[in-house]
């Protein structure tokens, strides 16, 4: 995906701001001497694309730069937020949303993808993150930058973090929605959304968090309930974020690290014991299931993978399945971010339940995450509801939070619903099966799975 031009090794920017610690920049009507100015030309600079010269702008990145390599040793460790003005807004007590966690916003208003991985190594990498939450790429569309320019430069960051440390979690936050008046068309914004997902795609290190869907309206754009301006959150979109973001962060092992107590009802059973797969299992995948994976994959092979299981495997003791997309992590059942973007594949009990009983559990999704609860075969589908459908119109569903799933099975029929809502009244089901979940995309958690009597 690199431009052809581009020639200058990556490990430049570990010195570039030695080289120009004498640049002189007029910020205003002043002219400051600092370690921090930005090059006065972009000969000779990492990456490709439009760097910001505004006098505004270089007063704003010198001041901040200034202040954050006096706060470098006491930064150490940290989750870093790296983006524009959009991540700049959160300050620098992230508006309260994570008081658990040990944050530092490295959101330089009016930055471009370029002038991030220029100054990545001093304000970022300098801190030996624990994780790196990125945000990045509206300033490069305003400054007539192509899609293509935008994910080359996330690509050239991506693989210094990974260089920094194979092990460090980085958590990529698809561009927000804005809008064309702001020289930020919708479709501008999916196609570079699109080719940085193609970028860190099959890339484990990397979780990609459907923030774009999170925010778009039917046409792409920005809501002016969440963004009043049309590219700048409010304190609604900032929570709506923090909340997509949370549960990222519980899986990552920064919150939620331990089980929340919960008094299971008389009669009923766990079928999730919140420490182990135990009692869960890989079944071999079916004939129907390969020829609907042949016709899925037929009709785009780059859309998803679909594993195929040839021998059934039992996971009982085992903390995750073998790939990983199953993990037991603080007393719930996570099916994680496939690396792959999206990604079919089931999990399911043991043994099978042919009397009549009542399943209950509590799931969370991540933005536009889906997934699926088989109920005795059949799939009920279990996603952001909301955002991924199908049901939209639900009142009392919580996005990015926990939902309580009651499947009652009288005879052949299951009644289901979702916090008290009907999702299907009617659901037929086999007289006999086990119970199974199923990732697609996004990331899906389960906790308190029990079955019991019919109530």
């Not at 701001?17 to 004498?22: M, N, Q």
């Not at 990492?46 to 706060?71: C, D, E, H, K």
């Not at 959160?90 to 471009?112: C, E, V, Y």
């Not at 071999?284 to 609907?292: C, G, H, K, N, Y």
Request: proline share 7%.
């Amino acid at each position: 995906m690199r431009a052809a031009y581009f020639a200058v090794p990556i490990a430049i920017t570990v010195s570039l701001f030695t080289i120009f610690e004498s640049q002189q920049v007029c910020a205003q009507d002043a002219v400051v001497t600092t370690e921090f100015a930005l090059p006065s030309s972009d000969d000779g600079l990492p990456g490709v694309g439009p760097i910001r010269r505004y006098p505004w702008f270089q007063n704003l990145w010198n001041s901040r730069r200034t202040a954050w390599a006096s706060q470098q040793a006491t930064q150490q460790g940290t989750i870093v937020f790296l983006g524009d003005s959009i991540t700049q807004g959160w300050g620098d007590d992230f508006k309260g949303q994570f008081p658990d966690l040990k944050l530092a916003n490295r959101g330089i208003s009016g930055d471009t993808t370029r002038g991030m991985l220029i100054r990545l190594q001093a304000d970022v990498l300098s801190l030996d993150p624990s994780a790196v939450v990125m945000l990045m790429g509206t300033n490069d569309l305003e400054e007539a930058a192509t899609p293509e320019m935008v994910a080359e430069n996330v690509e050239l960051i991506l693989e210094q973090l990974k260089e920094h440390n194979q092990q460090m979690p980085i958590v990529l936050c698809l561009v927000f929605p804005s809008s064309e008046t702001k020289k930020r068309p919708a479709e501008k914004i999916r196609q570079v959304n699109s080719l940085v997902a193609e970028v860190v795609k099959g890339d484990p290190q990397i979780t990609v968090l459907d923030t774009w869907t999170l925010f778009a309206d039917s046409d792409g754009n920005a809501k002016e309930g969440e963004f009043p301006d049309l590219l700048h959150p409010n304190d609604l979109g900032y929570q709506k974020w923090a909340a997509a973001l949370k549960p990222v962060f519980a899986t990552l092992g920064f919150l939620e690290t331990k089980p929340e107590p919960f008094e299971i009802e008389p009669g009923f059973r766990l079928l999730f014991n919140g420490h182990d797969l135990t009692g869960w299992c890989l079944l071999p995948t079916t004939s129907e299931q390969l020829q609907a994976r042949e016709r899925w994959i037929g009709r785009n092979p780059s859309v998803a993978d679909w594993p195929v299981i040839h021998e059934r495997l039992d996971l009982d003791g085992k903390q995750q399945s073998p790939n990983g997309r199953y993990q037991a992590i603080g007393g719930r059942l996570v099916v994680t971010t496939p690396p792959a973007g999206r990604s079919i594949e089931q999990l399911w009990t043991s043994t099978e339940f042919g009397e009549d009983f009542t399943l209950k559990l509590q799931f969370r999704c991540t933005p536009n995450a889906d997934s699926g609860v088989f109920v005795r075969g059949p799939q009920l589908q279990c996603r952001d509801f909301l955002l991924a459908g199908p049901y939209k119109d639900l009142k009392k569903y919580r996005q990015q939070d926990w939902n309580d799933l009651v499947v009652t099975v009288k005879g052949g029929l299951a009644h289901c619903s979702c916090n008290g809502e009907i999702l299907d009244a009617e659901f037929k089901v086999p007289e006999t099966g086990p119970i199974g979940l199923e990732g697609d995309r996004g990331q899906l958690e389960y906790r308190n799975i029990r079955i019991g009597p019919v109530e």
